[in-house]
């Protein structure tokens, strides 16, 4: 099923509503329903840092262990 056009040949199955009144109201929503792409908003982002150092983030959780190991070949 794709998103971005309306099928009418799909059939849609209200069986599970018990109250017509709902029933209506939907399928009169979902009748006057047209999918509209947005337009893409010309914003861009800038993060001014504070200082120097990158910003950096591990790629994986270490054991208390390996953290040590791993701090011994960082400072020789």
């Keep these: 099923m794709q998103i971005s056009g309306v099928h009418p040949e799909d059939e ?11 029933k ?3 399928t009169r ?3 006057w329903y047209k999918p509209e792409k947005t337009e893409s908003p010309d ?11 990158p910003v950096y983030q591990p790629a994986c959780r270490l054991s208390y ?6 701090s ?3 400072e020789e």
């Design 12 to 22: 849609l199955d209200f069986s599970h509503i018990l109250d017509s009144q709902v």
């Design 72 to 74: 011994k070949h960082i």
């Design 24 to 26: 209506n109201d939907l």
């Design 29 to 31: 929503i979902i009748s």
């Design 43 to 53: 914003v861009t982002m800038r993060i001014i840092l504070n200082d120097d150092i």
């Design 65 to 70: 262990a390996e953290k040590q190991i791993v």
